[in-house]
């Protein structure tokens, strides 16, 4: 039997010194959670969801609630998880309203014969799937809305805002020696509507 372990990260680029701490331990929250079902014999796969869910919750990381958000104002979000056991993989794109993207990932990739599903067939698969909504301005934190109306500025630049900001992710392997991933974010701040970056494509993010 393989010693299991799980990789976090909680997004690439720099962290604001007021928020260095709380990203931090919430990448340790993550981390935590996804070994804690992989030292109870759990699967890679159940592991990267759990430590990616972890991070969708926490408003610290460009993902679930604390996402950036588009032009318009609101928040949309793409989010990816792969078994490497098989290759199985599940993605959702441009999905609103829903806490956690990366569950309906996973339900993507077991409950359908497809790879990735977006916007409205994604919204009413979460439906169908009993998946509950969140309304959007739940995952609307105070930060993400004030960057939004600073890049809205005609003398902006939005990629200066685009530093800080990242993908959260998660790989495992399990004590089977079987290896998963998983990838959740809100993008780009101030992104067209409908835009949906690498992370939900595989090979690419």
Same mark, same amino acid.
């Given at each position: 039997r393989m010693k299991p372990v799980i990789v976090v990260h909680g997004g690439a680029g720099r962290i604001f010194k007021e928020r260095e701490e709380g990203s931090r331990a919430g990448v340790v929250r993550a981390a935590l959670r996804g070994y804690g079902i992989l030292k109870q014999g759990g699967s890679a796969l159940d592991a990267v969801e759990? $430590? &990616? *869910?972890? /991070?969708?919750?926490?408003?610290?990381f460009n993902a679930g609630c604390g996402s950036v958000l588009n032009e318009k104002g609101e928040v949309e979000m793409d989010a990816i998880i792969m078994d490497g056991k098989n290759l199985d993989s599940g993605a959702v794109s441009a999905v609103k309203c829903i806490a956690n993207?990366?569950?309906?990932? *996973?339900? &993507?990739?077991?409950?359908?014969?497809?790879?990735?599903?977006?916007?409205?067939? $994604?919204?009413?698969? $979460?439906? $169908? /799937?009993?998946?509950?909504?969140?309304?959007?301005e739940k995952l609307v934190t105070e930060r993400s809305r004030e960057r939004w109306k600073k890049n809205l500025e005609p003398d902006s630049n939005p990629e200066e805002f685009q530093k800080d900001l990242g993908t959260v992710g998660a790989v495992a392997i399990d004590s089977e020696g079987n290896v998963a991933c998983a990838t959740s974010t809100g993008g780009l701040s101030n992104k067209l509507i409908g835009r949906v970056g690498d992370t939900a494509c595989i090979g690419m993010g």
């Open positions: 759990e $430590a &990616v *869910r972890s /991070m969708e919750d926490d408003p610290h993207p990366i569950k309906l990932a *996973r339900l &993507v990739m077991e409950k359908t014969k497809h790879m990735l599903l977006t916007d409205h067939g $994604a919204h009413l698969f $979460a439906q $169908a /799937m009993g998946i509950p909504e969140t309304p959007g």
